[in-house]
């Protein structure tokens, strides 16, 4: 096959996660030209992800969006799933085989599918496929890097092992300092006090609000854009946004290459925090990671899924296989992720 | 009545908690003579505790005790219950008149009933009906203050929102340290991390182990020893208990009167970690109230309970009543909280 004919190859990238799925289709030549998405997330049980329910949702709404961009089949699909990092050996067994019945991978143009998790298409689609570290902070915080040669992660962990830096991380330690000032212990804030209260109601009952609740890290980040509001005329705001930044560059050290010239870049929500977040932010990276230079994120998870099946159907993928991170099936090794 | 009368009234002392009822019985003379324990804690609804489920159990407890000591009937009962301080008002209107009529509060010797929070038994069990602060250190952390005129507390906000310094806050931030070193984060300890596996297996596995519980700051909290273990030869789980005493000692400040010849006494389980977590704790105190004398507690909640009865029948109860802390129904009052 010609490069003229790979670059026609149709992709139909895929992006799944808590508020449901994201589709995009197009091909490595034109880009992604049609987005749809779903608002029901894929059913999550005991061994993680259930493939046929994610087939069951993806089908429609990639048949839809390859019609529209005048497509019958893709051929090569990417998905990107939030949870795959957790996910049994049967889960990333059977996908690829369900996708290629799906979308006719006994045709000659099929190129195979490739899983991901959401923090390898979210570095992709913020780096493509240079070496770097991604810091992918919203209610929680994760960094993913790589070398290229195998992939390093940091934090994840959740907001109470970790998660340090993230929305929820922010929030709860905006609380405290609300509720220190309440006490009249050190290390109080008024001016939070005064915002949780007029957010959550009198502080007395701050503890009955919380934690029946089954989306507790999510209360807690709900008041994350609190604190970076109090942070221009409250120290105590102020040092809590410092030391998340300080958090936040430390696990893009942990996941950055040590050496070569990698780049660093920060995607999710909390970067909507603004400056009160994002300029002891930028500093903070600057002496985590002096080598490396910090650039914005250059498309979505999305995006990031259209790279893989690009690269995929081009053969340019140049990022390392880890069976928790990044499977590619190609065509005829249906069922069999490469491991090479 | 003579003041030898009332030295020899009967007392029947309460202390409710989350794992049972414990009662003692005995005069202002004898102190306590008899003790008793039961396993079934009191039930609790969306108002608090359930007093008639209290009465039910406290009944033939509190009578084996009384057989015991030799008594019929106690002529004042004191009960000390964990969350006191959110019940509505219908459990202190409620349980008064259940005690009297179950102890024979028509008699002429009957003087009352106590209500109070743990934290006000455990406060008059350490330092009896004196000034000063208490700090209460389990899996959570509260501390009591009184100058005799008016009750002041802190922290005491559960382990997302505070319980600085608490064995839950002691046990988090010493996983969080271990999965630092799991990932090359800066600020981790690889000793917690081997301590953290050989108890809770691998590190990947750890949210899973955590998250789904609905014990999680006990699970939290079971960790505190291994970072008391290891503080003697490692930096990062001494520091973890050096903040955490600087926390229990802001709590103990914000609680304490600021002036006068206050004394201050830490209690709980979290005492038993020893001299890596009290060592710091007696000079970070030193800081803080640097007024208030350091003693050890000398008694438990139940013998503040019993204190608190004895107050009653002696006349001599010189703490202030307070709705949410401590109630007061003397003879002939029942059902009516003393509010002077």
Redesign the interface.
């Known amino acids: 096959m010609s490069a003229t004919g790979a670059r026609e190859r149709v992709l139909l990238a895929v992006d799944s996660g808590g508020s449901g799925l994201r589709v995009a289709v197009g091909t490595p030549a034109s880009g992604p030209l049609v987005r749809r998405a779903g608002r029901e997330p894929v059913r999550t049980g005991a061994r993680g992800l259930d493939p046929r329910h994610l087939a069951e949702l993806l089908v429609p709404l990639a048949r839809a969006a390859l019609a529209e961009a005048g497509h019958r089949a893709p051929d090569a699909v990417a998905v990107g799933a939030a949870g795959f990092a957790?996910l049994g050996d049967a889960w990333r067994a059977e996908l690829p085989d369900v996708l290629a019945r799906e979308f006719g991978g006994g045709r000659g143009t099929w190129a195979g599918t490739v899983l991901a998790s959401d923090a390898v298409t979210a570095y992709v689609g913020a780096l493509g496929c240079r070496p770097g570290a991604v810091v992918a902070a919203g209610t929680g915080l994760t960094a993913t890097g790589t070398d290229l040669s195998a992939w390093?992660?940091?934090?994840g962990?959740?907001?109470?092992?970790?998660d340090?830096g993230s929305g929820a991380w922010i929030g709860?330690a905006g609380?405290?300092a609300a509720?220190?000032a309440h006490?009249?212990?050190?290390?109080g804030s008024t001016t939070l006090l005064e915002r949780g209260e007029a957010l959550l109601g009198p502080a007395a009952g701050?503890?009955?609000a919380?934690?029946p609740r089954t989306d507790?890290s999510a209360v807690?980040a709900s008041f994350a854009p609190e604190v970076a509001a109090c942070a221009p005329a409250d120290p105590v705001a102020q040092e809590i946004l410092r030391e998340a930044a300080r958090h936040m560059a430390?696990?893009a050290?942990?996941a950055c290459p040590g050496g070569g010239e990698p780049v660093v870049a920060v995607t999710g929500g909390l970067v909507r925090l603004g400056e009160p977040l994002t300029g002891p932010l930028r500093e903070e990276l600057a002496k985590a990671v002096p080598h490396a230079r910090q650039v914005p994120p250059a498309g979505d998870p999305l995006a990031g899924a259209f790279r893989l099946a690009s690269g995929l159907a081009l053969g340019d993928l140049a990022l390392p296989p880890d069976p928790r991170l990044l499977c590619v099936t190609g065509a005829g090794t249906a069922g069999r992720p490469r491991t090479d």
Do not use: F, K, M, N
């Open positions: 957790s390093r992660r940091a934090d962990w959740g907001h109470l092992l970790g340090c709860r609380l405290e509720l220190r006490d009249g212990r050190p290390g701050w503890p009955q919380l934690y507790r807690l430390g696990a050290a942990a």
